[in-house]
């Protein structure tokens, strides 16, 4: 099994990167003590999550099996996760109903969909990826995005942004989900196990996008202090 993903590895250097630098953030964290927030908790367990879904996707492509599964059920549990971090920084309390409600509805889409875009649910060799559900993810995520970023600009609390934890892992988020927005529905007609489409580089955009996010989640663990954080 080793020497296969060792192989892997050495034809899609770009996607295994984005799968191991996961770590560093996820190190960085524990390091920092930038647990202690609420929100760079749920943080920890979306890297946790992300790391385990991404080694099973290496691990089955590896092995030449259909891995499309792990990322359609992805989607809800990221966005979960994801969206209750900006649930503990809007200060709005209908922003955070919101939040919550559309944690219900949109995993309840995603589940509606998985089923809808696989007629035979079973058949995970021609397991097709979901068509709408990334891109409605990445347009949730970012508008969380936008509005926390409102509130922060306008409260004025926030000296110097560059120093602050959350604001650069907003930015990676950010970075991140504005490459799904498009590339996402191409997914559902090229990510097929047999006879796919070869999208040439625009297939790494992704990728390249989720290192650079990485790093910006990093940067911004990097600035968190469980000193100040006390004494707030």
């Keep these: ?7 892997y590895f050495a034809k899609k250097p770009v996607p295994c990167f984005a799968v191991i630098i996961t770590l560093l953030p996820l190190t960085l964290i524990f390091v920092r003590k930038a647990y202690l927030d609420p929100s760079f908790k749920l943080l920890v367990f979306y890297l ?11 691990h089955s492509a590896a092995l030449q099996k259909n891995n499309i599964i792990y990322y359609n059920l ?11 971090m900006f ?5 709005g309390t209908y922003s955070r109903k919101i939040v919550v409600y559309s944690m219900l ?8 969909e998985i089923f809808n875009a696989n007629s035979n649910i079973r058949d995970l060799y021609n397991h097709r990826a979901v068509l709408y559900s990334k891109t409605i993810e990445g347009v949730l995520i970012n508008s969380w995005i936008l509005l926390y970023f409102y509130e922060l600009i ?3 609390r926030i000296p110097n ?3 602050f934890p959350f604001f650069w892992v907003c930015s990676g988020l950010l970075l991140y989900y504005s490459s799904f927005i498009f590339i996402a529905p191409a ?7 047999s006879g796919s489409l070869d999208l040439g580089v625009t297939r790494i955009i992704p990728y390249i996008f989720e290192i650079l996010s990485a790093i910006m989640f990093s940067v911004g663990i990097y600035h968190f202090s469980a000193a100040d954080y006390a004494k707030q």
């Excluded at 099994?1 to 192989?7: G, S, V």
């Excluded at 949109?106 to 589940?111: A, E, H, K, T, V």
């Design 74 to 84: 992805s989607i809800p549990l990221y966005y979960c996760l994801i969206s209750g």
């Design 161 to 163: 942004l560059l120093n």
């Design 87 to 91: 649930y503990y920084k809007l200060s």
């Design 187 to 193: 997914l559902h007609y090229t990510a097929t196990w």
């Design 48 to 58: 946790l999550l992300k790391f385990a879904i991404d080694i099973f996707m290496v």
């Design 105 to 112: 509805v949109f995993s309840s889409f995603c589940i509606w």
């Design 154 to 156: 306008k409260s004025l």
């Design 1 to 7: 099994m080793f020497e296969t993903l060792t192989i």
